[in-house]
């Protein structure tokens, strides 16, 4: 059983930092491309970044490039994502994804969601 276990959220000033991680377990980690996705109240779910399997592509949403990165440490089947500079529109819940060979930025072509984590942004 695939699981995608979600950590880091939490509640954090404009301008803060915040990091997400992301457990997962049941899947052979280092074949897949892992990546993240939000969803704000009232939207639909949004590309936020993506990595693959060997590390060496990655991809981010035009509303937070230059802000996050994605990384991961296929030793401890962990994908992270960093947050810098966090506005009040970063404010969504986050969610883990896998694919072993989807199209990155479309919400079906992902084959493992998590739970999600809450990250509220105040102004």
């Known amino acids: 059983q695939v699981r995608l276990v979600e950590s880091g959220g939490g509640s954090v000033q404009a301008g803060g930092d915040l990091r997400l991680s992301c457990a997962a377990s049941?899947?052979?980690?280092?074949?897949?491309?892992m990546g993240w996705f939000r969803r704000a109240p009232g939207e639909e779910r949004e590309f936020v970044a993506g990595?693959?399997?060997?590390?060496?592509?990655?991809g981010y949403g035009d509303s937070v490039k230059g802000r996050f990165t994605i990384s991961r440490d296929n030793a401890k089947n962990t994908v992270y994502l960093q947050m810098t500079a966090l506005k009040p529109e970063d404010t969504a819940v986050y969610y883990c994804?896998?694919?072993?060979?989807?199209?990155?930025?479309?919400?079906?072509?992902?084959?493992?969601w998590g739970q999600g984590t809450q990250v509220t942004v105040s102004s």
């Open positions: 990595l693959s399997a060997g590390g060496a592509l990655d």
């Open positions: 994804v896998a694919t072993s060979n989807g199209s990155w930025r479309r919400p079906d072509g992902w084959d493992y």
């Open positions: 049941g899947l052979t980690f280092h074949t897949y491309t």
